[in-house]
Antibody
């Protein structure tokens, strides 16, 4: 059974940093591209970042570019999101989501974790 | 940047057909995916690449995509279909793009 479990969320002050983790199991993690998607309270879904299976290709949403860093450790079956210079508008539930495979343009997010809440507030 | 537009809400009578639209510039040239999200839960993929259903998704869910509009159709709507629905595409300039979401109410 495919499982994605996020951790690392919490309360952080504006300007602070946080590192999210996503532990994957039930599939060959190193073969799949991964994403972070977030959802602000009461709002819609927002794609945050993508990383290829090897980690060689990375994309970010403009809203987080230069502040967030996505990475992965295939030996540990884990995905990460380093978040720096956090702002109030970064407050959201952060989901890790697996891309199903194939071309970026055709690949949906077929499995999602349950999410971890990040609150940026003083 | 590429944008997707969805109606904020759609209502459907129990047992009738609901249609949720997703508008975007020449969206017919892109692959559209649809997700269902119930309160307090993670999103679930219900349609991928315009019109394909993942295993476990009822045949009542279908999709189409042409021109500037993609449509998710839910036939014989049930109370359990009440949820928020999001369309999504990948745009080479913007990255992953989600529509704003549509709240489906089954009356």
């Amino acid at each position: 059974e495919v499982q994605l479990v996020e951790s690392g969320g919490g309360l952080v002050q504006p300007g602070g940093s946080l590192r999210l983790s996503c532990a994957a199991s039930g599939f060959t993690f190193s073969s799949y591209e991964m994403n972070w998607v977030r959802q602000a309270p009461g709002k819609g879904l927002e794609w945050v970042s993508y990383i290829s299976s090897s980690g060689s290709t990375i994309y970010y949403a403009d809203s987080v570019k230069g502040r967030f860093t996505i990475s992965r450790d295939n030996a540990k079956n884990s995905l990460y999101l380093q978040m720096n210079s956090l702002r109030a508008e970064d407050t959201a539930v952060y989901y890790c989501a697996r891309s199903s495979g194939g071309l970026l343009e055709t690949s949906p997010y077929d499995y999602w974790g349950q999410g971890t809440l990040v609150t940026v507030s003083s | 940047s590429y944008e997707l537009t969805q109606p904020l809400s759609v209502s459907v009578a129990l047992g009738q057909t609901a249609r949720i639209t997703c508008g975007g510039n020449n969206i017919g040239s892109k692959n559209v995916h649809w997700y269902q999200q119930k309160p307090g839960q993670a999103p679930v993929l219900v349609i991928y690449r315009d019109s394909n259903r993942p295993s476990g998704i009822p045949e009542r869910f279908s999709g189409s995509n042409s021109g500037n509009t993609a449509t998710l159709t839910i036939s014989r709507a049930q109370a359990g279909d009440e949820a928020d629905y999001y369309c999504q595409v990948w745009d080479s300039s913007t990255g992953g793009v989600f529509g704003g979401g549509t709240k489906l109410t089954v009356l």
